[in-house]
T-cell receptor, first 115, second 115 residues
Framework: AQSVTQLGSHVSVSEGALVLLRCNYSSSVPPYLFWYVQYPNQGLQLLLKYTTGATLVKGINGFEAEFKKSETSFHLTKPSAHMSDAAEYFCAVSFNAGNNRKLIWGLGTSLAVNP | DADVTQTPRNRITKTGKRIMLECSQTKGHDRMYWYRQDPGLGLRLIYYSFDVKDINKGEISDGYSVSRQAQAKFSLSLESAIPNQTALYFC??????????????FGPGTRLLVL
């Protein structure tokens, strides 16, 4: 069965430090991969997505993610954390397997940024 | 103006009451979704609709019903609310890219408390 795993439900970093949020998926077919962010008291918004082509994807607010097929991973990174990055981050996957496909969501990672 | 709106934003109700959560979108998308979010459980799909005449159950549809009144409107009803339906509810829409490249756009959420 297809699934998404986000390692670490809570991650804490210092302001200016590297942000690394992990996402692994399981699938027998090529995936489409997404990262969404949820700021406090808001809905989710798309950070970035991988569909085809270049495996390093750049998103909003300085975030990027790299699709590694051999590792079935799509980790989210940012070189230098800002206080405003504190939020909940969700990894999601869909698969090109018919018209009734839906997004499969990870459980989310809460990012705290310490001054 | 927001592309996806939800009303009400907050609601307190009592066990056994029927309530309706409403979602409207101006994005012109055919696909709409209802999710609930609970701490530690991520997003769980309640119902989804690929067009006005196509409504499907998600993974946790028991106790809920929906109505797709028009392309732009998708309502979620709790026929007889119970306390474990206390959660944050999100409506989302999506464009349908080829091969699964759809991106979901979320409303701001409705925070529901069932006493």
């Amino acid at each position: 069965a297809q699934s998404v795993t986000q390692l670490g439900s809570h991650v804490s970093v210092s302001e200016g430090a590297l942000v690394l949020l992990r996402c692994n998926y399981s699938s027998s077919v090529p995936p489409y991969l997404f990262w969404y962010v949820q700021y406090p008291n808001q809905g989710l918004q798309l950070l970035l997505k991988y569909t085809t082509g270049a495996t390093l994807v750049k998103g909003i607010n300085g975030f990027e993610a790299e699709f590694k097929k051999s590792e079935t991973s799509f980790h989210l990174t940012k070189p230098s954390a800002h206080m405003s990055d504190a939020a909940e981050y969700f990894c999601a996957v869909s698969f090109n397997a018919g018209n009734n496909r839906k997004l499969i969501w990870g459980l989310g990672t809460s990012l705290a940024v310490n001054p | 103006d927001a592309d996806v709106t939800q009303t009400p934003r907050n609601r307190i109700t009592k066990t056994g009451k029927r309530i309706m959560l409403e979602c409207s979108q101006t994005k012109g998308h055919d696909r709409m979704y209802w999710y609930r979010q609970d701490p530690g459980l991520g997003l769980r799909l309640i119902y989804y609709s690929f067009d006005v005449k196509d409504i499907n159950k998600g993974e946790i549809s028991d106790g809920y019903s929906v109505s797709r009144q028009a392309q732009a409107k998708f309502s979620l009803s709790l026929e007889s609310a119970i306390p474990n339906q206390t959660a944050l509810y999100f409506c989302a829409t999506s464009d349908y890219g080829t091969g699964g490249q759809e991106t979901q756009y979320f409303g701001p959420g409705t925070r529901l408390l069932v006493l």
